[in-house]
């Protein structure tokens, strides 16, 4: 069974642009979660799709949002990019239900400058 | 709120046995998750615990008392591949948000 990707893989952008990162979760799985993940911050919860609808949302602007399509792909969009953003962002998939266990992608690593 | 511990850094000799410890406060817990993260990669699944005991699985074992609050990994026979982050995640039962503590670097030395 395929595992989780996401690309791209690496992204270098400048402050004030956007950005969209993709995530193909594993086949048969509904529910799409997304996380940051920073030295200072460690991982941290940004939102959850489930069956195209969010379910779950972290402690974030709103500068991040997502989406979820109905083959269960999910993207992620950062608006208005600041140089805090920078990190790497890690979506995990899962049935969605519980045990909630999660199988994460290798992540994108976002640089702004 | 939510609080979630974890030691910082731990060290280990190759051979001996590891127990890295996860304290949380939270409402509403479901059950824990433990991970492990190797530098550059993403997150792995160790183990889930939603009861109370000891759960075992090779060299793994995590255990959960839910009225402490209390998580521990216990990693045995290390190697040297078990250098890596590992990370506690409480699974709270407004669904599927886990909240992740900071992570414990362990360092294996030969």
């Known amino acids: 069974k395929a595992g989780v990707t996401q690309t791209p893989r690496y992204l270098i952008k400048t402050r004030g642009q956007q950005v969209t990162l993709s995530c193909s979760p594993i086949?048969?799985?509904?529910?799409v979660s997304w996380y940051q993940q920073t030295p200072g911050q460690g991982l941290q919860f940004l939102f959850e799709?489930?069956?195209?609808?969010?379910?779950n949302k972290g402690n974030f602007p709103g500068r991040f949002s997502g989406r979820q399509f109905s083959n269960s792909r999910s993207e992620m969009n950062v608006s208005t990019l600041e140089l805090g953003d920078s990190a790497l962002y890690l979506c995990?998939?899962?049935?969605?239900?519980?045990?909630?266990?999660?199988?994460f992608g290798p992540g994108t690593r976002l640089t702004v400058t | 709120g939510q609080n979630i511990d974890q030691p910082t850094e731990m060290t280990a000799t190759e051979g001996a046995i590891v127990q890295i410890n996860c304290t949380y406060q939270?409402?509403?817990?479901?059950?824990l998750f433990w991970y492990q993260q190797h530098a550059g990669e993403a997150p792995t699944f160790l183990s889930y615990?939603?009861?109370?005991g000891l759960e075992e699985k090779g060299r793994f074992s995590s255990f959960l008392s839910r009225s402490k609050g209390y998580s521990y990994l216990l990693l045995k026979e290390l190697q040297m591949k078990d250098s890596a982050s590992y990370l506690c995640?409480?699974?709270?039962?407004?669904?599927?948000?886990?909240?992740f503590g900071g992570g414990t670097r362990l360092m294996v030395k030969p």
């Open positions: 939270t409402s509403g817990f479901n059950g």
């Open positions: 799709y489930f069956s195209e609808t969010q379910r």
């Open positions: 995990a998939s899962s049935l969605g239900q519980s045990p909630y266990e999660q199988y």
């Open positions: 086949s048969g799985h509904r529910s």
């Open positions: 615990n939603v009861l109370d």
């Open positions: 995640a409480v699974e709270r039962n407004a669904g599927n948000m886990l909240t």
